[in-house]
C-alpha cells in the first residue's frame, strides 16, 4: 500500500505529494473508523477492513479516457463543465470556519477543499457539503453525531480530478469513476459531481447530497459491507452503493 505525506499549506492552498514513502502515516492516522475495501485483483474482488469505495459501474467505459462522458440528461447546469481526466494536486481550502451541526458533544471537524484544475470554486463547494451536514435530515438527526468545518480539520473532504481521485483512494480501484473514503480522506470525484449517477437520473442535486452523506458515512464507521435494499420499492438506505445500483429500491441520499 502506499502511503501519503502530511500536505504542505501555502496561504489557503496545499498541495498532494505522491510517493510510496509519504502515503503510509496519512492512510493510518486520522482514521474514524474502518469500513469496507473492494480492491480488484485478478479479476475478482478482495474484501479488506480500511477504507471504503463504491465499485465502478459496468455502464461506463473504462477507455479511453477516465473521464466521464456528459449525460444527455438535464442537470441543474445548463451544460455540465468539462472535467478534466487529471490535475496538479494542488488544492485550494475553503476560508473560514461553519457554524457546529449536530447536538453531539463530540464534534467531527472537516476541512474542504477543491483541486485547482477544476471548474469549481472552494467555498461553493464547501457550501453544499455544509449544507448536506447540517440537514436534519442527515447524520445529525439522532443527536448522535455532530460536525464543524474548520481551515484544519483532521478530515479532508476534497472534490479531485478522475486521476487524483485515484492517488487519494489508493489501493482502491476508483478506475477514475467513483468516489471513496480512505484514511482521512473524503474523495469526491468531480466527474461524479458534474454528471450524477444513472440511479438518480436528472436528480443531480440529489446524487451529491448522497455521495457526501455516503462518503461520510463511512467516516463514522458505518457501512461495513455496505448495505442492502431491504425490499424491492423501499427507499435504499444512504450506505448501499447508489452509484452502481439500486437492487430494486428507490434512490435516496438520506440517512
Keep these: 500500500m502506499s502511503r501519503h505525506a502530511a500536505p504542505r499549506r ?11 514513502a509519504a502515503l503510509l502515516p496519512t492512510l493510518l492516522i486520522g482514521s474514524m473508523a474502518l469500513a469496507d475495501l473492494r480492491p480488484w485483483r485478478n479479476g475478482e474482488q478482495q474484501r479488506s477492513p480500511v477504507s ?7 455502464s461506463i467505459p473504462t477507455a479511453p479516457s477516465p473521464e466521464l462522458s456528459p449525460s444527455s440528461r438535464p442537470t441543474p447546469e445548463d451544460t455540465p463543465p468539462t472535467i478534466p481526466p487529471s490535475g496538479s494536486g494542488d488544492f485550494a481550502i475553503a476560508a473560514g470556519s461553519s457554524k457546529t451541526f449536530g447536538a453531539a458533544t463530540q464534534v467531527l471537524t472537516y476541512t474542504v477543499e477543491v483541486e485547482a484544475d477544476l471548474p469549481y470554486n472552494a467555498e461553493a463547494f464547501a457550501a453544499a ?8 435530515r442527515g447524520w445529525t438527526k439522532d443527536g448522535e453525531h455532530a460536525f464543524q468545518r474548520t481551515p484544519n480539520g483532521p478530515l479532508r473532504v476534497v472534490l479531485a ?6 492517488k487519494l483512494c489508493a489501493p482502491l480501484q476508483t478506475q477514475g469513476k467513483v468516489s471513496c ?3 482521512n480522506f473524503v474523495v469526491i470525484n468531480a466527474a461524479r459531481w458534474a454528471t450524477g449517477a444513472d440511479t438518480f437520473g436528472d436528480e443531480l442535486a440529489n446524487y451529491r447530497i448522497y455521495v457526501v452523506n455516503h462518503e461520510i458515512g463511512h467516516s463514522l464507521g458505518l457501512g461495513l ?11 435504499a438506505p444512504v450506505m448501499l452503493q447508489q452509484t452502481t445500483g439500486l437492487q430494486g429500491c428507490e434512490a435516496n441520499p438520506w440517512p
Design 181 to 183: 473514503r480512505n484514511g
Design 225 to 235: 459491507g455496505h448495505a442492502n435494499c431491504p425490499a424491492p420499492g423501499n427507499k
Design 52 to 58: 471504503a469505495v463504491d465499485e465502478p459501474p459496468t
Design 129 to 136: 457539503v455544509d449544507k448536506t451536514l447540517a440537514d436534519r
Design 10 to 20: 501555502h496561504r489557503g492552498r496545499r498541495r498532494v505529494i505522491w510517493g510510496s
Design 161 to 166: 480530478t478522475p486521476a487524483t481521485t485515484d
